[in-house]
């Protein structure tokens, strides 16, 4: 047996290791059967090239076993194992040199924006993060003797031979009284599914009971048999590791079923991403039936680097308008920090990003040529995406004029090349400007809806949050094209031509009008406008004009409201047309009473038609109303 004092300058590197070394102690497991899955894929490449000789590789596993009352969690591997001199070198040299170096660089900081992994060596000693002890029990695949490492989180270790038969390497923890929820079952279970559930190489962790098919001459009520098996936790083949000719639709659905097992919707299509240059990078990713609340979609992609989840937080990698789909990316090439929970800057993260953003609109544009139909069908499900991504992405918004759609209130559904010629003819203003009309309710706005198809224009429903930026976005790429929502205006007004309406009453008659109207109409709320427009129009029209409605959506949903406008009472345009009937009535109502209940009335009317009379307002148009009709 061997002593010996790892060379390091700070006394006790192992309390700094667990203050600074990770951000969350429970990875301690991820590293370690990283390790022990690295330790196997080297056996197995070397039995490949002939660097092996006389080595049955077989079907290796590791194994996790749980002993609560010796307090010890051990991790068994069968891979390459450790001499003595390799337990010198890798154990007490190069990894301990890096931590030393990394705690002189980062003890003064919180650990969260650290080096790489792998570039200290650091992984195993997370296991000090929980355990008081720490024993390497290994043989290597070389015909050389075991060797027994122990240390107890001081600079001392002990190192000596060891009768081992088989290769490979056993870590045993002994657990810290501070870190006894790692000697529970079920707590290790949920640690190995949540960071190996798709390691390459299987994992043990105790066994299970399976039920088997009953013998042919079995009666009834006789219980069907049962074996116990090993519990494998994980699956070493996930799809994305597959070639996308290996597999067919249903392998998709069944490994969405497994990655998500409390989703119950199917995904609506899926993208498998496979590149090996200039990055390597794999992944499936789904999009599943969205909702048009952005805020509970995200965080749904889990990030893996070689098989092992490093997290599902994937700013940065994945542009954040896809951030609300689902799946799984892999990539060897990602560079991440010491607790690989967190990017860093890196010039290969945003290729990868315009790779991912680039084959997405690519899927979709098939999806879109191959089946129209079916496309139009899911649209609804998966605007919101689109919609943000061309919001978002300049690329994407560019790619996306092959596919995004902008549906009708009657739903049909156009290209936006498609839509402009449908509109063109009818819809162009006397400055030569295409007015696209739109909706963003089909119900509460249904009047002005059908007021501007009476005129035979074509109405846009446009109803998810961010649209009215995305608008913006588009008046500022093309050319004289401007986007108004239906109720903006009185139809006349929506689409401007040459042609004006004469209005029936005289200047006299609009000024004796106008006066009445603004001591009845509370001025606090609208703004009185006397137009000439055709008499079946109604009578008490009101609008809000569309920069300003914009400018207030804008900062319900961010990056708008930059004059302040947020903050602005509810205010609106009253258009009163002066050649309706009614309102010559109102003019030639001898009383004032009968004036003002005749004008109350048509405003709630207006009011009703734009859902803004409710409560003791409309409790009052309504006792009014039945009045009136006695």
């Known amino acids: 047996m061997s002593k010996g004092t790892i060379n390091v300058s700070v006394d006790n590197i192992f309390p700094l290791i667990k203050k600074f070394l990770y951000s969350d102690h429970e990875i301690f497991l991820r590293e370690l059967i990283s390790n022990a899955t690295d330790a196997t894929l080297k056996l197995k ?3 490949n090239i002939g660097e092996a000789e006389g080595v049955e590789y077989g079907n290796p596993i590791i ?10 969690l051990r991790i068994i591997d069968q891979g390459i194992g450790m001499s003595a001199e390799e337990v010198e070198k890798y154990i007490n040299q190069i990894a301990f040199s890096g931590a030393e170096e990394f705690i002189e660089k980062y003890k003064d900081k919180d650990g969260k924006d650290a080096g790489i992994i792998g570039h200290f060596g650091l992984g195993f000693y997370s296991a000090f993060m929980v355990a008081e002890k720490v024993e390497i029990i290994s043989k290597s695949f ?12 001081s600079p001392e270790f002990t190192l000596e031979k060891v009768d081992k038969k088989d290769r490979g390497t056993e870590i045993i923890l002994h657990i810290a009284e501070d870190s006894t929820e790692f000697l529970e079952e079920s707590r290790i279970s949920e640690l190995l599914v949540k960071y190996n559930k798709f390691m390459p190489i299987p994992i043990k962790f105790g066994t299970r009971t399976e039920t088997l098919p009953k013998p042919e001459d079995a009666k009834e009520d006789d219980p069907a048999p049962t074996q116990e098996v090993d519990n494998i936790i994980n699956n070493p083949n996930p799809a994305w590791t597959k070639a996308p000719t290996e597999l067919e639709d249903k392998d998709y659905k069944e490994f969405y079923r497994e990655m998500y097992p409390m989703q119950f919707e199917e995904p609506l299509f899926h993208i498998h991403l496979n590149v090996d240059y200039p990055f390597n990078l794999t992944g499936i990713l789904y999009f599943p039936k969205m909702t048009n609340d952005m805020s509970i979609q995200k965080d749904k992609i889990q990030l893996y680097q070689n098989q092992v989840f490093v997290t599902d937080n994937v700013e940065g990698i994945v542009p954040e308008f896809l951030t609300m789909l689902r799946g799984v990316i892999d990539s060897p090439d990602i560079p991440l920090n010491v607790s690989r929970s967190y990017l860093q800057a890196d010039g290969a993260v945003k290729k990868i990003s315009s790779y991912i953003t680039r084959k997405v609109a690519d899927k979709l544009k098939s999806l879109f040529n191959n089946d129209r139909e079916g496309f139009e069908k899911k649209w609804n499900d998966i605007k919101i995406v689109i919609e943000y991504g061309m919001l978002t992405e300049d690329k994407f918004f560019d790619k996306a004029k092959d596919f995004a759609l902008y549906p009708t209130v009657d739903n049909a559904f156009y290209t936006f090349s498609e839509l402009k010629d449908k509109i063109k003819d009818a819809q162009t203003d006397k400055d030569d400007k295409l007015v696209v009309l739109y909706a963003s309710n089909k119900e509460e706005q249904h ?3 059908q007021a501007a198809k009476d005129k035979g224009y074509e109405v846009l429903l446009l109803d998810s949050p961010i649209v009215t930026h995305l608008l913006q976005k588009i008046e500022g790429s093309e050319e004289k094209v401007s986007f108004v929502r239906v109720d903006s205006d009185h139809v006349e007004n929506l689409i401007k031509k040459d042609d004006e309406q004469i209005s029936k009453l005289s200047d ?12 009845v109409i509370p001025k606090e709320k609208f703004t009185v406008q006397l137009e000439a427009m055709d008499s079946n129009a109604n009578p008490f029209i009101i609008t809000e004009p569309e920069f300003m409605r914009r400018m207030k959506d804008m900062q319900k949903t961010g990056g708008g409201g930059m004059f302040g406008m947020g903050g602005f009472p509810e ?3 009253l258009i009163v047309n002066t ?9 030639n109502t001898k009383t004032d ?25 409309l409790t009052a148009f309504i006792k009014r109303s039945y009045e009136m009709i006695k």
């Open 579 to 587: 050649n309706h009937e009614l309102v010559s009535e109102i003019l």
């Open 63 to 72: 194994e996790v076993k749980l002993d609560k009352e010796k307090k010890q």
């Open 45 to 47: 490449h070397l039995a």
């Open 447 to 449: 009047s002005y809806i």
């Open 508 to 519: 006299e008659e609009k000024e004796t009008l106008k006066t009445f109207l603004d001591g």
């Open 142 to 153: 070389k015909d050389q003797p075991a060797v027994h490492w122990t240390c107890d989180g």
């Open 571 to 573: 205010m609106y345009n």
């Open 593 to 617: 009473k009968k004036k003002e209940r005749l004008v109350n009335q048509a405003l709630d009317l207006a009011r009703l038609s734009k859902n803004l009379l409710k409560g003791e307002e």
